[in-house]
């Protein structure tokens, strides 16, 4: 046997063996047949789509672009995609793979589920591909080695016409079951060595899509002309809603919601009434819940709506310590702000909400917007 037929014959068993442990239950080569991995055996993964924003119906084509400085002779990738938003395009699996030198072989494709690390079972599906060498015609090894940015594997997904939210696609680097397997040597394949973990990968970021285009936030903000505002005070991480003309809805019959607007989202309010704890529940262009703010109407503790002798008899029982309150209703009654953020309640404060429930005084801007007056 000629060592060029001895040489040929050796790729064939490799390529035989990568192929039988396709799902990579532990290492079919062991290292010690020979070779050792020299210099920096690290490859990149990338990631790349064809579009930058989708709609329902819409056929994407997702590449993935490796590179390395390694002789490769067997590589398999699962590329995970969201199961509510993409399904795959039967056949179109393509491997431009001759664009990288020497690096003839073949590819194979499956959908098994068991290639999904636990992470991701219950919200994506799976295309896995692996790549095995083939020979050269000079006995060699058409090994994978390309020290830039090489297109190897493309695979399509359509948009689901019920797709809604994010869709993501990536390459998981929390997945245990890749086959690493290389050569030192292109012309001499007995000079393999292999490895039951990554050489040094580093893998791209998810690809993410949203329908209609980039997720943006909601924000909730005044509308034109009014002053409503989200503030938190010392000590609470919770954000309230603040800042409305309260003489234009309590005492002209307006409606507090003409006061503010939510961009890039829709809200729900608890209650039409205008009053300390309704809550403005935020969602954003997808009809997710974003965030939940409760309105403060300073001056209103009891949450009903208007300023009457129960709203003063609280104040009084904080201000003699009487009663112990939090939240929403405890920073309603700090009407004449000391602090920007801070709330303190004392006899100004029993003073000004006798004074409003008497006529003798008004809302103000300042006192609504909790805007320290000196």
Not at 245 to 255: C, E, F, M, P
Not at 291 to 304: H, N, S, T, V
Not at 312 to 328: C, H, K, P, R, T
Request: glycine residues 10%; proline residues 3%.
């Amino acid at each position: 046997m000629t060592k060029t037929f001895k040489k040929f014959a050796a790729v064939i068993v490799v390529a035989s063996l990568l192929v039988s442990c396709f799902g990579f239950g532990g290492s079919a080569i062991d290292s010690s047949f020979g070779g050792t991995p020299t210099g920096n055996e690290a490859m990149s993964i990338g990631l790349a789509a064809s579009v930058d924003s989708v709609e329902p119906g819409d056929v994407v084509t997702f590449t993935v672009r490796l590179s390395n400085n390694y002789n490769a002779i067997t590589m398999f990738w699962p590329i995970l995609y969201s199961t509510d938003f993409f399904e795959l395009v039967d056949g179109s699996v393509t491997s431009p793979i001759d664009n990288v030198t020497a690096a003839a072989g073949t590819t194979t494709t499956t959908t098994d589920s068991s290639f999904i690390p636990s992470a991701y079972a219950a919200t994506h599906s799976v295309i896995g591909i692996q790549w095995v060498a083939g020979g050269t015609a000079d006995g060699g090894v058409a090994v994978f080695n390309s020290g830039v940015a090489a297109d190897c594997f493309t695979v399509q997904l359509k948009v689901k016409d019920t797709a809604t939210g994010t869709g993501t696609v990536l390459i998981p680097a929390d997945y245990d079951g890749y086959y690493y397997s290389g050569v030192s040597d292109p012309s001499d394949p007995l000079t393999y060595y292999n490895s039951a973990t990554p050489f040094n990968f580093t893998f791209a970021d998810a690809v993410s899509f949203r329908i209609g285009g980039a997720y943006v936030e909601p924000e909730l903000v005044a509308a034109d002309g009014f002053s409503v505002k989200l503030m938190s005070f010392d000590g609470d991480e919770t954000q309230y809603l603040c800042g409305f003309d309260a003489t234009a809805i309590v005492s002209n019959g307006g409606d507090f919601r003409d006061q503010f607007v939510v961009n890039n989202g829709t809200y729900e309010v608890s209650s039409e009434l205008f009053a300390t704890g309704t809550t403005v529940t935020v969602y954003d262009s997808t009809g997710a819940k974003y965030a939940e703010y409760e309105i403060i109407f300073f001056g209103d503790l009891d949450g009903d709506g208007t300023v009457n002798v129960i709203d003063i008899g609280m104040l009084s029982d904080i201000y003699n310590y009487n009663v112990e309150m939090e939240g929403a209703a405890y920073y309603a009654a700090d009407i004449y702000a000391d602090l920007a953020t801070s709330a303190s309640i004392d006899v100004i404060d029993l003073s000004l909400l006798s004074d409003i429930y008497n006529y003798a005084a008004e809302w103000t801007l300042d006192m609504q917007t909790h805007t320290p007056a000196y």
